[in-house]
Structure formats: structure tokens, C-alpha cells
């Protein structure tokens, strides 16, 4: 009878990816509503210009903080009327992973996890400054990663200015 000395499934432990959920939070909310009042006397809707970003800190060994960043500017022709500022963060625990796999997944797995939460603050701070919630639209952030990396590497490859 052959004996069980449990080392495959030590070994197998060692290369399994885990991803731990340590805590979620709001890091920093802001919110500006310059043309209030008067703004809600107006019956033309603002244009929503929305912009994303994300970025991540090591805080220890195997763990990150993740911040999604969302800034939402609503603008009725020329002037903001409100102005939202949400970082949504996360610190993360991440074992079983090399460095050269660690950096995608640190730039688009966090950041979707975060996204919900985010959205959530959002409309709730929205639809508190009076205006109807504004729920962020789906994001593809690993699309949105690939076509950052691309422009960089487009960038590098570019040739510099020839001097005549």
C-alpha cells in the first residue's frame, strides 16, 4: 500500500492564485454644485463627461491598496453645474502569482472589483445633491488597460525628432 505523505497537495497549494478581500472603502468623496439653486429651475439636462482611473500601492508583502477613481463633471453648455469626485479603494492579499502576472491583474482585477461599490457611491451622492442618480455606465477596464498599454508601447517604439 503505497503512503500519502501529503507533499502534491502542498505543492499544488503553493501555485494556486488567491486573491483576498481585506477591506473595501471610500477613501475620499467630494462633491461641488456650483449653480445651485438655480440649476434645479432649468429644465435642460447636463452633458455627464466621466473619467476613470485606477492606480495601486504595495502596503506589505502580498498586499495593495487599489483606488478607482471616478470624476463625473456635469455641464449645462459651458458651465459646471456639478462636480463629483469618488475614490473607491480596497486593500487586497495576493500570494501565487509572479511579478510579470502580478501587474495586469493589480491594473484590471482590482479596479472590477471596486467598480460596483463605486458606481453605488455615485448615484447615492448624486441623487443627494438633487440631481436623479447618475448609475456609471459597464466598463470593460481590461479593454481599457490593453488600449492604455498599446499607446505606450506605441509611444516607446515612435521614432524621436530627426534634427535637420
Known sequence: MAENTGAAPAAA????????????????????????PQIFQQENM???EMGLRAEANKIADNTYESVLTVTLTFKLEDKTVLLVEA???????ITGLSEAALQPLIATHLPTV????????????????????????PTNLEALYQQQMAAKTQLEEAPTGAIN
Open 13 to 36: 497549494a503553493e501555485n494556486t492564485v488567491q486573491i483576498r478581500i481585506l477591506k473595501i472603502y471610500v477613501k475620499d468623496l467630494s462633491l461641488e454644485s456650483p449653480a445651485a
Open 46 to 48: 447636463p452633458n455627464v
Open 87 to 93: 475614490k473607491q479603494a480596497g486593500i487586497f492579499n
Open 114 to 137: 471596486l467598480f460596483p461599490y463605486a458606481r453605488e457611491i455615485v448615484a447615492s451622492t448624486v441623487g443627494h445633491a438633487g440631481f436623479p442618480p447618475f448609475y456609471l455606465p
